[in-house]
C-alpha cells in the first residue's frame, strides 16, 4: 500500500509505503546497503555484478538524499553501509589490478554480515517506529481548507502575566469544508503555518514530555489532507461549528486528522491555542509564548491550579464564539461570513480541553452539545449540564486514577439532557488524538487499535454524536455508539 507525501523542502510530492513509512530513495539507499552485504555469499561468478550494481544504487540514493534531506532513521543504514563498503570493493580492485582476491573464511565474514545486516535493519525499524506521520484521506464529500486567525479579548485581563494592560489573546486555527483545491496544490504544515512554526512547536511539545527532539524530527516535515486559505466551498448553506481545546500543554492542531475529517463532513472545527499553557503559541507580533502550567507535585495544589487553568480555557472557548458570530455577521473580514451557524455550536476537547468544554458549556449556554475526549472533569460541578453530552474513555484500569470515573459519572448524571459515555477497547489517552500517527505503536502509549483505526474510531463515534445533536439527524445515535466500545447511557433526571 502507497501513500502520497510531500517532500518537506520543496513541495514536490514522493510516495511512502505505509509499512515502513520509506521514501522510494530511502528504500533503494536500503537495498543497496543490503547488496553489499548480500554480495559476499553469491557465486564468485555474480558478485562483481551484484557488487557494482549494489554501490551505484547506494551512491546515487545517498547523493540525492543529501540534497532533500537526510533523517536520522537512515544513519543506521549509511553506517552498516560504510562498514561493508571496504570489504566489499577491496576485492573488485585487487581483481582489477590482476592480483588475486582475497576473502575471510566464511566462519569468520558470517558474524560481521550478521552485524551489518542487523544495523541495516534498525534503520527500517526506527521509520517505522518514528515516522513521517501520514494523514488519512477524509471520508466526506468536501475537500478541507484551513486559515489560522488571532484574536484579543479586550474585556479580559491576562492573569499569567503582571501586566495590567495585557490582554488575554487567543489564537485559532480553522478547518472548514472548501472547494477542491487544484491537482498539486501544496497542502498545510502541520503544526504550523510554516515549517520554522512546526519545528519551534514541534521543540516545545518534546520539551515537554522529556524526549531527545531528533527522535519526532519527522513530525514538522508533514503536511496534512486540507489547503491554507482554500475557497470556501460552494452553496449558500451555513455549517455548525465544532470548537476545541487541546489536552494540557497541546495545541491546536493536535487532532488534525479528527478535525479535517469532521470539515469533510460539512463542519467548521476551531481548534485553540490557549497562550501559556499550550506547549508554544506564535503571535503576529513574532513573540513565542510557551507554556507556564507547571504542575507542583502537590495533588490538593494542582487540583487548584487545574481548576483555574480550566476556567481560563472555558472563558477562551466562550470567547472565540463570540468571535466566530462577529465573524459570520461580517463583523470581522474573512471568507466564512454568512456561512458560520453558531446556533449549533458544540464544545469539544481532549484531556484537560475535555474538562474545558464542560466548564464552558455550563457557563454558556450557546453551547449545543459537549464531547469530552477522556477529560477528567475539573472545577465545580454545578450549574449542572443542559446539553446533550458525550464522554469518550480510555478501558478504566487499576492504574487510572480512582477519582476520575466518580467525577466524570456525577458530572454526566447530574446533566438534564441525555450524555454518553463510550469506552473503547483498546484505547489509550493518546489515541484521542494525532499521536497514533506518529509515535511508537506501543499500546501503554497509544493504544492497541493502529494508525489507521485509531483516528476512525475517534471520528465516526464524535460524528454520529454532532449529526444527531446539532443535525438532528434520524437514527440510532446508541446503536451506532454501541458498535465502537462499552456505551453507558444517562438519560436526564425529570425529578430535578
Not at 484521506?137 to 503582571?162: I, L, N, Y
Not at 487544484?182 to 512547536?201: D, F, S
Not at 474513555?393 to 486514577?401: G, V
Amino acid at each position: 500500500m502507497w501513500h502520497r507525501l510531500p517532500c518537506p523542502e520543496d513541495g514536490r510530492v514522493t510516495e511512502i509505503i505505509a509499512g515502513l513509512y520509506m521514501s522510494p530513495l530511502e528504500l533503494l539507499a536500503l537495498l543497496g546497503a543490503v547488496g553489499l552485504v548480500v554480495a559476499r555469499w553469491l557465486p564468485p561468478a555474480a558478485r562483481p555484478y551484484v557488487t557494482n550494481a549494489a554501490v551505484a544504487v547506494l551512491v546515487a540514493s545517498t547523493l540525492t538524499l543529501g540534497v532533500v534531506g537526510i533523517r536520522w532513521q537512515m544513519l543506521p543504514v549509511l553506517a552498516g553501509a560504510a562498514v561493508t563498503l571496504p570489504f566489499a570493493l577491496v576485492p573488485l580492485l585487487r581483481r582489477r589490478t590482476g592480483r588475486p582476491a582475497r576473502r575471510a573464511q566464511w566462519w569468520l565474514a558470517l558474524p560481521g554480515s550478521a552485524a551489518c545486516l542487523g544495523l541495516l535493519a534498525t534503520g527500517p525499524v526506527a521509520a517505522w517506529a518514528f515516522p513521517v506521520p501520514v494523514f488519512p484521506e477524509p471520508s466526506g464529500s468536501f475537500a478541507v481548507g484551513t486559515r489560522v486567525m488571532q484574536w484579543t479579548d479586550p474585556h479580559r485581563p491576562e492573569t499569567f502575566t503582571a501586566d495590567p494592560d495585557d490582554r488575554r489573546t487567543v489564537v485559532v486555527q480553522l478547518w472548514y469544508p472548501a472547494q477542491k483545491s487544484p491537482a498539486g496544490a501544496r497542502r498545510a504544515q502541520y503544526l504550523g503555518r510554516t515549517e520554522q512554526e512546526a519545528r519551534t512547536v514541534s521543540d516545545a511539545l518534546v520539551r515537554q514530555v522529556g524526549l531527545p527532539g531528533f527522535l519526532v524530527d519527522g513530525v514538522p516535515r508533514a503536511r496534512t489532507q486540507a489547503v491554507f486559505n482554500a475557497p470556501v466551498a460552494d452553496g449558500g448553506g451555513r455549517f455548525p461549528i465544532v470548537l476545541f481545546s487541546p489536552g494540557s500543554g497541546g495545541v491546536r492542531t493536535q487532532n488534525t486528522a479528527w478535525a479535517e475529517e469532521l470539515a469533510s463532513h460539512g463542519y467548521v472545527v476551531v481548534g485553540l491555542d490557549h497562550p501559556y499553557d499550550s506547549a508554544a503559541v506564535l503571535l503576529t507580533d513574532g513573540r513565542t509564548i510557551n507554556t507556564k502550567t507547571d504542575s507542583t507535585g502537590d495533588r490538593d495544589k494542582d487540583d487548584k491550579l487545574a481548576a483555574d487553568w480550566t476556567a481560563v480555557r472555558a472563558a477562551d472557548l466562550s470567547f472565540v464564539l463570540t468571535q466566530l458570530d462577529r465573524l459570520d455577521r461580517g463583523e470581522i473580514a474573512g471568507p466564512l461570513t454568512g456561512r458560520l451557524d453558531t446556533s449549533r455550536a458544540a464544545a469539544t476537547g481532549h484531556s484537560m480541553g475535555g474538562a474545558a468544554a464542560l466548564q464552558a458549556a455550563r457557563q454558556d449556554r450557546r453551547f449545543d452539545a459537549v464531547i469530552d475526549l477522556d477529560g477528567y472533569p475539573h472545577g465545580p460541578t454545578s450549574p449542572s449540564l443542559q446539553q446533550p453530552t458525550l464522554a469518550l474513555t480510555q478501558a478504566i484500569t487499576p492504574a487510572t486514577d480512582p477519582r476520575y470515573l466518580p467525577r466524570l459519572t456525577e458530572a454526566l448524571q447530574l446533566n438534564t439532557a441525555t450524555s454518553y459515555r463510550l469506552t473503547t477497547p483498546g484505547a489509550a489517552h493518546l489515541t484521542f488524538m494525532d499521536g497514533p500517527l506518529y509515535l511508537p505503536p506501543v499500546p501503554s502509549i497509544v493504544g492497541s487499535l493502529g494508525r489507521i483505526h485509531s483516528p476512525h474510531v475517534v471520528a465516526a463515534a464524535t460524528l454520529a454524536f454532532l449529526d444527531t445533536t446539532l443535525r438532528h439527524e434520524p437514527g440510532d445515535l446508541a446503536g451506532v455508539l454501541s458498535a465502537y466500545g462499552s456505551l453507558s447511557i444517562h438519560p436526564p433526571d425529570n425529578s430535578r
